[in-house]
Structure formats: C-alpha cells, structure tokens
DNA sequence: TGTGAGACTTGGAATAATCTTC
DNA sequence: GAAGATTATTCCAAGTCTCACA
C-alpha cells in the first residue's frame, strides 16, 4: 500500500494574506467616497416568465426575458415592499463608513472553529426522550466563546449593526441568535428591496384542513419531529416503517455536539481510519439472444460481441433526442469502427442503413418483464440489493459506520453529453479493477479485487474523503466514490460552507463599496473586475471558468462572456443571452447603473463576436481579490449568501396565520424565488397540462360538492351538515393551494437550491416560528443531510 | 505566472418506490 | 388491486477552486 504524503497546505491565510487585505481595506476607506446603491438584481418570479411548453426546442430554456431592476432607484411598490421601507439600503450603508480594519482577521478558520465549537458547546447533547420533548425551546446557556468575543470586542462600536450582529455570532452559535436583523439591519433592507417579489397567493385562507389543524400541543415539535409527514399531519399511527426509521435515528452520528474545533484541526487530515469492501463493478457483457438481432441493409448481421454491445448501447437510446444530433452519430460510428471486426468494417459503413429496431423492441419487452414481475419476484431482488447495499454501501471510518453515496462503479455506455457536446456518443469504455484505486487505513485489509484481477493502486491517503478513483475515458478527469451526504465528513463541510457564506454577510457591505469604486479605476482590468463582481453578486451568475470547446460543450459563466452573450440598449439596460452551466439558457434584460452601463460600452468597443468582454480578468484573479476581504472568499460563496439571504427574506412573508397548506405554499414561493435567481430551470413534464385540466376538473367537482352540501345545510341547519361545509371549503382551498404551486413550479426546479444552497437553519427556525413539521419541507433524505441543522434555535439569523 | 491535475460541489434527468384514486 | 400520479433516489455530467510544478 502507497502511504500518501498529504500535499495540501490547508492552512490558508498567513501574514502576507492578513496584512494585504488590512492595507487594502484602509486604502479603500480612505478613498471613501460613498458607493452608490445597487440592490441585488434578484429576478422577479412571475409565471409570465415560465418557459414554453411545446416541446424539445424549449426544454429548459427561459423564453421570455426578465427585466429586473438594478438601479438604486427604489423599486415599484409590491407586496413584499411592507417588510423593509425604501431608501434602506442607501441610509445603512453610510453607516459602514467606520468598518473595522479587522474584518478579515475575525473571519478566519479560527474564528469559524470558534462559532462553530461554541455551537456545539451551546447544545449539549441532551437524551433522545428529552431532546424530543423539547427541542426547540431549548435555551443555551452563555457560553465563553473567547474568538467571538475577541472578534466582537475588536470591532469599531461605531459599526453598531455590525457589532452587535457579531455579538449574535457570538451567542448566535450558541442558540441565542436574537434576532437582531430587524429593521435596522442594513443588509436586510437591501435584500429586502431586492428579492423577488412572488405574487400573493391569490387565495382565500383557509379554515386549517383536519391535519394542519392538528394543535401545536399535540404536534411534535418542528425540527425534530420523528413522525412521518402523514403523522406529523395527524392521521394515523406511527407505523412499522416509521418505528424503523426512529431506529435508524437512534444511531445517528451526533458529530455536531462534539468538539468542532478539533473536528477542523487543520485541515490536512480528513480521517484516521478507514476500511471498505471495495466497489461494485458493472457485470460483464452478456451476448444477445438469437432473437435480438441487427439487421444491415436489410439483412440480418451476426455480430461480434463488442460491436454488439456497442450497438445494444445505441439501439438503447432510439427514443432519445441523441440519436436526431449528427455529433453523436457521427462520434458513435468512429467509435464503432474502433471495436468491429476487419469483416464487419467493411460491411457496416453507413448509419443509415442500420436496423436496431429489432434489439431496441427486445429491451423494450425485457422492460415489460421487469415491470410485471410478481410481488415475490420483486421481493427477491429487492433483498438481492440490500445484500449489496450491506457489502457494498457502507465504510467504516474513524470507527463508525458511514453511508457509501456511489459504491457502483459508472456502466459503459454512449457519452450523453448536455448541449452541443463535442464528445457526444463517445464510448464510455468499462471501469475494470486495473483502473481504480482504492484508499484505505494502512492497518485495514484492503478489499480483494475480482479474481483474476488486480487494483490499479491501493494508497492511503488522508488528505482526501474518497474511498476509490478512476479516470474517466471520456473527460479524462476523475471519478470518486464518495460518502453519503448525511455523513460527518459531506455534513462538515456543508456547515462550514453556510458558516462561510453567514461570514460574507459581514463583509458584503465593503465589498460592493469596494468594487462599486473600482468601477471607475483608470485600470481597466480593475473596472472588468468590479463589473463582473457586480454581476456575480446582483445576478448570482457563476464564477465562469475558461473552457476547452474541443473537449466540452460551448458555455459560459461570468467571467467567460464574450461579446455576443450581451446586448446594450440605450439609456441603461442589459441584455443577457448565454448558455451556462449544463448548456441551460440564461436570459434576462437588467437596467444597471449608468456606471456599469458605460463600462459595458467600453468593454464591447472594438470587440466582435468570439472576443472575451473581460478580456483582462481571470477567474484566479477575481477570487484572489476577494480572499484579500476575506479569507476563503471565492464568487461561488456570493451564490449562496444570496439564495440563503433572499430565502430568509422572503420567508418573512409567510402568513402567521395561515394553514400549514398556505405556509408550506409560502415556503415553496421563497424557495421558488431562489431557484429563479439561480437560473434552476427544468423541462416542462410531459403531461403537465393534463395533470392541471385534472386538477381543474377535481376542484370543479369538490366546488359542486360543497354547493350542494351548502344547500343541504340551509335547508336542515343541522350541524353536522355545517361541518361538512367547512371540511369540502377547505378542501377546496387546499386544492386550489396544490395547483397555484404546481403551477408555478411548472419550470423551475427547487430542489439544488434547497439541497446545495439554502442554509438549513433558515428553514429549520422558520418551521419552529411556524410552527409547520420539518417533514412538510424536507423529505427524510434530506433531513439526515441537515440532521446537524435540527437543533438550531428558534430566532436563527443567516 | 500559467497550466493542468485533483478534489470536491452543483445540477437536471431518469428511474424506482410509494401513494392515491378508482 | 391496477393504473396513474407523485415523490424519493440514483445517476453521472459539469461546474468551481486549490495546489503543485514547469
């Protein structure tokens, strides 16, 4: 076994670092002219802007564009104006003139270990029967926390909001955020004015449907509740399922109560020990029966078992959009011919003349197959696969039991590239134990590889967290097997993440001052960098970096504009037009600042389609410029302290008295607002507009159903008809809540905002404030990812 | 200083499992 | 209990960012 040196120098920031960010922040105030405000560019959500739905050309693609405001104008009266007053952001953000020069010291990894620790400190592990007794009422004790206090104490006093915002940083951790951000909070007010502004739900309130009416007496505590959503909504008994859930609970690894302090260490270690089985690989190639045959020309074609099961990997994908695309075709005969015999290659020569229907309806009836399989059939490989799960799916690391997120080792298959990808159709060759490498204790028997067949490389490596890597012959980059996302080590750094994005909230204020400046700097690589931060933190655009368009598909992220993903209209907007990540499209029509306008014009001039706009920055230099602010500060960072801010603001609008239908509505819109300012769009699905004249249909039915029970009770004035009154409006209330939210998620996908950007504690808090089960919000999945967020007090502030 | 390898997060679609309705 | 709808899980592509090295 390889014992890997650790190569990484975790420790970050260092004199040089420390010093660099102190000087340039005195230079900056000491320039000090007051930046003018620009509240965040979120998008406002409006149905108006979902996606076509008549078909693939408009799959995940925003038709209409969004103009959002970005000027410091105060934006046009909306609902959501009432919970923070205009002009906010330009009055508190004359108040940051006095920031202190010891920003970036406060936020270093030892002043994150310190919050964090404190955390766990202000948490102390109480037993499960007192835990779920009462969770959310827990009131933690003052705790020391000497980094906090010191960061508190270094502070400038006149920084009042800043101040006492790290005073609850301080016993924030410790449980007792106390809610500071009110009006008063700066950075409230700007998020305020700027989040998108979701309509009111156009409905009535409804009188609490039987679950929701359930009294919070009775309800478990939201948070820690162990009940499934159904339960929690008070209909019906815990059942075995369920008790096999609690039990599952029981052995969660509390590794959030512990001491975070040393869980950080430096960094360089990840794991002290760590034993598995190995991974599971794809079976081998098992040859077509006679009936599934290949017919060339016409004729029917004996193959060899390679080409065979390259051609069993193209008849697959007949009913994809792939094979309409000339790339992959093209890229799958190059491929073919690679593995074909001298015989074949001279016979099989043009795809067009190639039958795969013959195979492609085999699968299709092996699929019938499975489909029908008996209950007992589909027991026995259900059993099958929790034996695999058991060998295969979990670690032992440090001592405990882990969960394994991806022990199958990715099958062969043709490349499906998203967008126009170059590689589109490629063959993606078998994994086979000679390319993988397994990491392990030293101490640990390293699993046996297949017989006859040996590892790649079995190393120890505890700088990093995964368990096996293999090069993938497709990219050329690695692939890892990794642990589940509920475990320490993925949970750790997600906590640490949302604590980095929380620091950010401190230093944002200098931040767009800064770069605000700079946007007129006689440098012009200064001015495309406060441009491009200012889009990077108003339109939660992604860093962007430089791409290889013979190897992948043709997108691009901030810093990769070029010429063409740009159009200006005079006096001031912007228009957007580019395919970023996953080749998804992103439009939007922005009015900016005359500034950033102007400085737009000067980028573009002289410049034609293919020319970078920000032909002088880079995206090493970007993020190096930002950890002078703060250490660990990178642009993705600005991505999540938006979508977590924009959540906690839009959250503010959640009826308090409402039904949990209406609440959870609430939550969905907030969570909708974000998905739109991240640009998280999904296809339409197909029987999306079926499924709406269904829902239609049935709120009609319920609609009569209640008119005539309405009748019945005029007539009678028996009270047992009232209440059925009562039951079928809310009924109706509920519905018509299902389908305004089915409709307005129509093209947006919530879930990577939930899952990746979203800290959970807002969401957490907001259900204990509500009083709405944790279970309505987060499915038991993603309760165990954020199990470490459960905990959180009631008055939590991102 | 630029480049590429390496490690990890983010992302939507496909598929499987479960729930609801008839 | 079958069919259809909804939700959860899996899959794997495609980003970001750091670090070592030339």
Known sequence: MTDVEPKLSVKR??????????????????????????????????????????????????????????????????????????????????????????????????????????????????????????????????????????????????????????????????????????????????????????????????????????????????GTSKKASKSADGDGAVTKKKKKADEDDEDVHKWWEEDLTAMLGDGSERWQTLSHNGVMLAPEYVALPPQAFFKYNGQKVALSLPTEELIGFYAAMLKSDYVTKDKFNENFMVELRKVMTKEEKALITDLAKCDFTVIQDYFEQQREIRKNRTKEEKAAIKAQNEELVKQYGFCLMDGRKERIANFRVEPPGLFRGRGDHPKMGMLKRRVVPEDITINCSKDSTPPAPPAGHKWKEVICNKTVTWLASWVDGISGHAKYVMLNSASKLKGLNDMKKYEKARDLKKHIKHIRRSYTEDMSSKEMAIRQRATALHFIDRLALRCGNEKDPEEQADTVGCCSLRFEHIKLEEPSTVHFDFLGKDSIRYQNSVDVEERVYKNLIIFQKNKEEGDLLFDRLTTTALNKYLTDFMPGLTAKVFRTYNASITLQEQLKLTPTDGSIHEKVLAYNRANRAVAVLCNHQRSVPKKFGEQMDKMDEKIEAVKKELNEARKVYKETKDEKKKAAVERLKARVDSLVIQKTDKDENKTIALSTAKLNYLDPRITVAWCKRYDVPVEKIYNKTQRSKFAWSMGVPTDFTF
Do not use: F, I
């Not at 400190?121 to 003052?142: D, I, L, N, T």
């Open 13 to 222: 920031e260092n004199e040089d670092t420390l010093e660099a960010a102190d000087s340039k922040r005195a230079r900056l105030d000491a320039n000090g002219d007051e930046p003018s405000a620009t509240p965040v560019g979120v998008r406002k959500h409006s149905r108006d802007q979902t996606a076509d739905e008549n078909g693939a050309d408009t799959k995940r693609v925003r038709q209409t564009p969004v103009k959002t405001e970005v000027k410091s104008e105060p934006a046009a009266a909306s609902p959501r104006k009432a919970a923070t007053p205009k002009g906010k952001y330009a009055e508190a953000d004359s108040d940051s003139e006095s920031e202190s020069n010891s920003d970036s010291d406060a936020d270093d990894k030892k002043s994150l270990a310190a919050r964090l620790a404190s955390k766990a400190k202000a948490s102390p592990k109480p037993s499960p029967k007192a835990k779920a007794a009462a969770p959310s009422s827990a009131k933690k004790a003052p705790t020391p926390k000497k980094a906090a206090k010191k960061e508190s104490s270094d502070e400038e006093s006149e920084e009042s909001e800043d101040s006492s915002e790290d005073e609850d940083d301080g016993s924030d951790e410790s449980g007792s955020d106390s809610g500071s951000d009110d009006d008063s909070d700066d950075e409230d007010a700007y998020d305020d004015e700027d989040a998108p502004k979701p309509k009111k739900p156009a409905v009535k309130k409804a009188a609490s449907p039987k679950k929701a009416a359930a009294s919070p007496k009775t309800k478990p505590a939201a």
